[in-house]
């Protein structure tokens, strides 16, 4: 059974930093495509970030570029989402996602529905 679980969410001081990590169960990085994605309460669920398999490039939600970075590491099978500076409006269930279905590459990533999800990291950003 393919899973992926997310772990390193939670309280912090908006300016602070959390890094979220993202392993897979039944299955290697490999070449998949590996999204974060976020919902706040009553808010629509966005994408935040979206890392290649292929090349490693990867794509930022606007809000998040330059704040946010994804990466992997194949040795350890696993993506994490380092976090920094971050505000209340960050504050949100932080999501990890494998398309183990659909492209190799990111683009687009926002609104496809990848095929592996976890259950979700609680992050708060308050004072």
């Known amino acids: 059974q393919f899973q992926v679980a997310e772990s390193g969410g939670g309280l912090v001081q908006p300016g602070g930093s959390l890094r979220l ?3 897979p169960s039944g299955f290697d990085l490999d070449y998949y495509a590996f999204g974060w994605f ?3 309460p009553g808010k629509e669920r966005e994408g935040v970030a979206c890392i290649q398999g292929t090349d ?3 794509y930022y ?8 970075t994804i990466s992997r590491d194949d040795d350890k099978n696993t993506v994490y989402l380092q976090m920094t500076s971050l505000k209340p409006e960050d504050t949100a269930v932080y999501y990890c996602a494998a398309d183990m279905l659909g492209p190799l590459e990111c683009a687009g990533y ?5 095929s592996t999800w976890g259950r979700g990291t609680q992050v708060t950003v308050s004072s």
Do not use: M
Not at 110 to 114: A, K, P, V, Y
């Open 21 to 23: 990590s993202c392993s």
């Open 38 to 40: 976020r919902q706040a």
């Open 56 to 58: 490693g490039s990867a």
């Open 61 to 68: 939600l606007d809000s998040v570029r330059g704040r946010f």
């Open 110 to 114: 926002e609104g496809r529905d990848f």
